[in-house]
């Protein structure tokens, strides 16, 4: 929200706007109970002040909803309510950042492909579960605090935490979860060619879930940066984490315990159109060692740019599987495409050992100075260890938009999403869409 604005410093946005949805399955059910009906009215405001050391913003969110849903017939309220804060402050020598976020949504309008473009959120099991009652409510909380940012010895303080609460739920895979994480952090520089770095971290994770899982992770490593030629870096760290894992059934608690070396090398050249990297890292959870081995070649092109990383995973269990990213960027006379991936093998909150997918493609066309044609293709996966928990959703989307005379834009299109759960039915939906929105920015 902080970003370099051309308008009004500081600066006052007013956005507002209404659309009108019919889905012939929004619950996404194997069989359709129905169709359902929406009106959605948004307003927001947002406001933002910028400095040459500062920057704050503030972005409120609302939606007026009338809708029609099977089994639950016509409903009006205020929903999907949401807050955000930001606030940065830089010195000579030092840097603060503070952000905090407050957001509920209907878990049937919820879209788990919105977490596509947010890479520091994960994605659990159930955020791809189809049940279509109760509220979610997402809170968070980030603090950092950096000092001796040029200096030969820096000092760091990071803090966070999130939160997720359901309300009126009756799925099993909805359940409340709180994640704190402190980290601590000193770098000593000895040139300009090297630095080491020491990190202590504590991971805190507590769920209400069947089994009240209690789960504690302490880190600390040695890390060392070092350049071997003008073109050539190395990035090396060794650490040693420990999880403790609490159970609860009734009155008696159990615990598991895990702990072990994690390290990571990385090798990175500067070419003449990008960057060449290499890097071989180890990890720990409460299920064993994760060895992650990828390649990456960042190169810029005439008209846009590619950033790709390839390699491979090997999970705790012992199976094997590709893991990588991509990042694609490509200016057209008339338009543009884009497209992005990122396949990763990790734990999920239920200590499941996963591989998660997530990719997008789009490309928009120009058709007049002030219609077009936007088309995207959005995926999800979930691939679990654990029997039965496979998921992934698709949705592709096709829409015309018309810029309107003074900032209104009008559009309209259809959209199509599939649904996959292991042990089950496909299930699909489709939907037809039509949306007028404004948005005026002007000094306060």
Do not use: C
Request: glycine share 10%.
């Amino acid at each position: 929200m902080a970003d370099a604005q051309d308008g009004p410093n500081p600066s006052l946005t007013l956005t507002f706007g209404s659309s009108f949805n019919i889905d012939d399955n929004k619950d996404l059910d194997p069989v359709s109970a129905g169709t359902t009906t929406s009106f959605d009215n948004r307003i927001g405001l947002a406001y933002l002040t910028e400095t040459a050391t500062s920057a704050l913003g503030i972005d409120l969110n609302g939606v007026l909803r009338f809708s029609d849903e099977p089994g639950t017939g016509r409903t009006t309220g205020f929903e999907d309510p949401s807050l955000r804060l930001s606030y940065s402050r830089s010195g000579a020598n030092s840097q603060f950042s503070l952000g905090a976020s407050h957001r509920e949504s209907d878990v049937s309008f919820f879209d788990p492909l919105s977490l596509i473009d947010t890479p520091d959120v994960p994605v659990d099991t159930g955020d791809l579960s189809t049940s279509g009652t109760g509220t979610r409510a997402d809170r968070s909380l980030d603090l950092r605090l950096e000092n001796g940012i040029e200096g030969p010895l820096g000092l760091s303080l990071g803090l966070s935490r999130r939160t997720r609460d359901f309300s009126n739920t009756t799925d099993p895979d909805y359940f409340d979860t709180t994640t704190t994480s402190l980290t601590l952090g000193a770098t000593l520089r000895f040139s300009t060619r090297t630095s080491t770095s020491l990190t202590l971290s504590r991971n805190e994770y507590d769920a209400e879930d069947p089994l009240q899982t209690f789960r504690r992770t302490d880190r600390i490593s040695l890390g060392l940066t070092h350049a071997l030629a003008p073109d050539l870096s190395l990035t090396a760290t060794l650490g040693q984490s420990r999880v403790d894992v609490d159970e609860t059934v009734g009155l008696v608690t159990t615990r598991r315990s895990n702990d072990g070396l994690t390290a990571n090398l990385g090798l990175t050249r500067e070419l003449v159109n990008g960057s060449l990297g290499l890097s071989l890292g180890q990890s720990l959870s409460i299920n064993g060692t994760r060895t992650d081995l990828t390649v990456s070649r960042a190169l810029e092109l005439p008209t846009g740019a590619l950033d790709v990383t390839l390699g491979a995973t090997r999970s705790p269990g012992g199976s094997s599987t590709w893991i990588g990213s991509l990042g694609y960027n490509h200016d057209l006379p008339r338009g543009s495409i884009n497209a992005s991936l990122n396949r990763s093998g990790g734990t999920t909150s239920a200590d499941e050992d996963v591989t998660t997918t997530r990719a997008r493609l789009g490309w928009s066309h120009a058709l007049t100075p002030a219609t077009g044609i936007d088309v995207s293709i959005d995926y999800l996966s979930v691939d679990s260890e654990v029997v039965g928990n496979d998921r992934s959703r698709t949705r592709m989307r096709l829409a015309y938009t018309w810029d309107l005379a003074q900032d209104w834009q009008f559009s309209g299109g259809y959209t199509r999403v599939n649904s996959r759960r292991e042990g089950t039915s496909p299930a699909e939906s489709n939907a037809l869409f039509l949306s007028l929105q404004r948005s005026l920015t002007f000094a306060p």
